[in-house]
């Protein structure tokens, strides 16, 4: 049997899917505040993982030192380990640049740079070259543009500014310059909050058909929204990691009572 029918069919059977990238012992400091203890986790390969808990439990700390954002935080220091498969990325070989294209990241408001929709895209491929002409470059453009689903509305104006766009669109345009750079796993910190509900739903399905390509980690405070999009579900709970199990699990039948209070609305 190939590799990939034995992986296939090892999804279907629910077998143990591959873990891309795996947490342990992470704890996290803002100078002497620690903002997480000793945080564990798996996050598996084509799953949506949502993170979730009240505000300041260290929800975008966590998502942050999966692709080390928190390296430009002054005064922050982060412990433990953090594979991607078996490579540790806070190992000193580790090429930063390379690891934020292996795992990138969208933020909660749309940021496109002040370019054209082509050249939002086509900025991360050019630095890494990863385009060697016009050609291979308007295949990369056009290609993430697709799979970001906003190709059919900006197709005839490429190359008008990317911040004229929608809040909707400008998300997936900054979905679109994630994607184009070829990464492995996606960090999503709150990619909704400023939609509107018709423009969240798109999103919502885009993610929802990303995770074939792609691994997701998505912090969210909408529980529907973790319900709706993730296979996974992770609680945080001041610093700590209460929980993580499957999102269905999760939100029926939790194990712990923070988790309870939390998803029937009794704190957060
Ligand atoms: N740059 C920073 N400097 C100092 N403390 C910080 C910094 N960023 C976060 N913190 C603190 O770390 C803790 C965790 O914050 P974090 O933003 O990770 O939580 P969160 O769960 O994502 O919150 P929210 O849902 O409100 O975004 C909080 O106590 C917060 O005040």
């Not at 190939?2 to 992986?7: F, H, M, P, Q, R």
């Not at 008008?160 to 400008?170: V, Y």
Request: include cysteine; charged fraction near 25%.
């Amino acid at each position: 049997m190939l590799a990939t029918e034995t992986k296939t069919a090892a999804a279907v059977n629910g077998a143990a899917k591959h873990v891309k990238m795996k947490a342990s012992d992470v704890e996290v400091y803002y100078s002497e505040k620690r903002a997480l203890n000793k945080i564990s986790l798996d996050v598996r390969e084509h799953e949506v993982t949502a993170l979730i808990g009240p505000s300041g439990c260290g929800k975008s700390t966590f998502l942050r030192t999966l692709n080390r954002m928190n390296d430009v935080i002054e005064g922050c220091r982060v412990g433990g380990t953090i594979l991607l498969d078996k490579q540790d990325i806070y190992d000193p070989s580790i090429d930063v640049v390379q690891l934020r294209a292996r795992v990138g990241m969208v933020f909660q408001k749309p940021n496109p740079f002040p370019k054209s929709i082509y050249d939002n895209v086509a900025y991360g491929p050019r630095i890494h070259g990863l385009v060697r002409n016009r050609e291979e470059t308007d295949a990369v453009v056009q290609r993430s543009l697709e799979r970001a689903g906003l190709w059919k509305e900006v197709k005839d104006r490429l190359h008008e500014g990317g911040t004229g766009l929608s809040g909707g669109q400008q998300q997936r345009l900054c979905i679109a310059r994630a994607i184009a750079v070829d990464p492995e796993v996606i960090l999503m910190d709150e990619p909704c909050s400023a939609l509107d509900p018709i423009a969240t739903a798109k999103i919502e399905e885009l993610i929802d058909e990303l995770r074939s390509n792609y691994t997701i980690v998505i912090v969210t405070h909408s529980m529907q929204q973790a319900a709706r999009v993730s296979q996974r579900t992770a609680f945080f709970h001041l610093g700590d990691l209460v929980e993580v199990g499957d999102t269905a699990q999760i939100f029926t039948n939790p194990n712990d009572e923070r988790t309870q209070g939390y998803i029937t609305g009794r704190f957060g």
